[in-house]
Structure formats: C-alpha cells, structure tokens
C-alpha cells in the first residue's frame, strides 16, 4: 500500500496541490486552492471549529473565516499586543495576548464582552466552556475564571524552579474584569 505526499507551489493568485503515491509516483489528486487573505503580519494562532477558522496575529487582529469560501466574515481588534491564544464556539470567541489581558467577544456580532486582567504577564493558552475560562501564562499561573463574571475562582502557580510542581494558591484578590 503507497503512501502520498503533497507538494505546492504557487503563483500569486491560487496555489497548486499534487498529491503522488510514493511508491508508483502516479498522481492520484490534483487540486487548485484558493489561499486565505492574511491579516497584515504574521499568524501566531490558529483554531479550527465547525464551519469558520479564527486566527490571532501580531497585528493584534482576531480574523474569523469562512472554510468554504475562504472570506473574511469577521475581523475583531481591542488587544494591545500580538494575539496569541484564541479559541471558539458556535457562540463565544476567547482571545489570549501578549497584553496580559484574556478578552471574551460575541460571536455573531463581534462584540467585545468583557476583558479580563488576570495575569501579570504574556497569556499563552485559553480553554472554556460554558461555565468556565482556564488560561495560563508566563506569569507561571494557570487561572480559572467564572465564564458569566470573568471572576477568577482558582490559581495554581508553580512553587519550585528545580522541580516544577504547582499548588494551589488563595485568592488574594479577584482579577479585574472590564465591560
């Protein structure tokens, strides 16, 4: 049984996918894709959801795209550094940046919800659900917050260089949430 590769090229306006079975070198796919429009430098994140891509960039833009069509359906600003997490639902989009702040938005109308101050440094990563936010950061800390209030209800920070364990740790104060 054969296994393929791709390989590309491109022009400036589409890009050409060949698809080869290495053991035969027969061709057994040929495709014209369209590329995506890029934001204006470069794309730190991407996630993928149903129907739509989301991407961050060091523009400090949100892109959202259509898969099909390859448009543009939606482009969020509000952070003040270089996007670096971001996740989605069929409702909900949850950006992390280099700002330090964790921002929640609307999906349908790119609306910012509420914006999380909660670290002291870079967010890396952000997960959620409906009931809650998780990120982590350079900071050493990974938080959860309260996903209706932007409260943060847990942290968990490292506690020892040589041996990187995490502890939990008591609130000393909740994390500033903006409308």
Not at 46 to 59: E, L, N, P, T
Not at 75 to 90: A, I, N, P, Y
């Amino acid at each position: 049984m054969g296994s393929s590769k791709w390989r590309a090229s491109s022009d400036a306006s589409r890009a050409y996918t060949r698809c080869i079975t290495i053991h035969t070198t027969y061709c057994v796919h040929n495709a014209f894709f369209q590329p995506f429009p890029s934001p204006t430098s470069g794309i730190a994140c991407i996630h993928y959801h149903g129907d739509y891509i989301a991407s961050g960039s060091s523009d400090k833009s949100i892109i959202i795209w259509e898969v099909k069509t390859g448009n543009i359906v939606r482009k969020l600003l509000g952070h003040s550094d270089l996007v670096r997490c971001v996740r989605f639902d069929e409702d909900f989009i949850v950006s992390g940046s280099y700002d330090t702040n964790i921002m929640v938005w609307n999906l349908h109308s790119g609306e910012c919800m509420f914006a999380i101050n909660g670290h002291s440094n870079r967010v890396f990563r952000v997960q959620f659900d409906k009931f809650r936010i998780v990120s982590s950061s350079q900071d050493d800390k990974i938080i959860k917050f309260d996903f209706s209030s932007g409260v943060s209800d847990m942290v968990l920070k490292r506690w020892s260089e040589l041996r990187p364990h995490y502890r939990l740790e008591p609130l000393e104060s909740n994390a500033q949430t903006t409308s």
